[in-house]
């Protein structure tokens, strides 16, 4: 089966830098992959979809891209503020090709950002 | 627009007692729907989805059924609560396979 893997140790990062995560995936080719972003105590929250022909997506200060050779996601977030502080969740579908299957999600990246 | 309700937002249930969780979508029809579990220090994992009414498909065999009674409603439910259910619960709705999936505020249960 499909495996998802995100650095689940804190991102800390400067207010105003570049905050950069990883999702890597493993033993299939999925249709696209998806972040979202989760607060505490809430649920999480679509950011930016992204599909295996295209190599990068931006929204706003947002940044993602797609690499199918290396099975891998980098999502970006430029001029970073506190308010972005939350944990970042990167999702597949669960069916390589998508379907009405549902997602599969890493267990996300907690990014702290510091004034 | 569209709007997912889910609740309660919290509760604490003894072992062995019976569950009931509902979720409602408002603004769209026939969407996807889906039931998700976030344990402590896990990542979200798929429990069941519907694409219809009365269409339910499990991913993963538990103490926990699922159904859906009219186009908009889902509902989660157990027989007998076990110690392991606690969690985070989330409904989530979807247009179609390929589109964003939009998640309801979540429901913490506790089983004690």
């Known amino acids: 089966s499909q495996k998802i893997e995100q650095n689940s140790e804190a991102l800390n990062i400067q207010e105003g830098k570049t905050a950069t995560l990883t999702c890597n995936y493993t033993?299939?080719?999925?249709?696209?992959l998806q972040w979202y972003r989760q607060d505490p105590g809430r649920g999480p929250v679509f950011l930016l979809l992204i599909r295996e022909n295209e190599k990068e997506k931006r929204k706003e200060r947002l940044k993602v891209t797609f690499d199918t050779t290396l099975k891998q996601s980098l999502f970006h977030i430029t001029a970073s503020q506190p308010a972005d502080s939350a944990t970042y969740l990167c999702a597949l579908p669960k069916v390589a090709g998508g379907g009405a299957d549902g997602l599969t999600f890493g267990k996300g990246t907690h990014l702290i950002i510091q004034p | 627009s569209q709007t997912i309700h889910q609740w309660p937002a919290t509760l604490v249930q003894p072992v062995g007692s019976p569950l009931s969780l509902e979720c409602t979508v408002e603004g769209t029809s026939n969407p996807n729907l889906y039931w998700y579990r976030q344990a402590a220090g896990r990542g979200l994992q798929l429990l069941f989805y519907?694409?219809?009414?009365?269409?339910i498909s499990s991913e993963v065999p538990q103490n926990l059924s699922a159904s859906r009674p009219q186009d908009r409603q889902f509902i989660l439910s157990s027989k007998k609560l076990l110690l392991s259910d606690s969690g985070f619960y989330l409904c989530a709705w979807s247009r179609t396979g390929w589109t964003e999936a939009f998640f309801g505020q979540g429901t913490r249960l506790t089983v004690v």
């Open positions: 033993n299939y080719s999925p249709a696209y």
């Open positions: 519907s694409v219809g009414i009365g269409q």
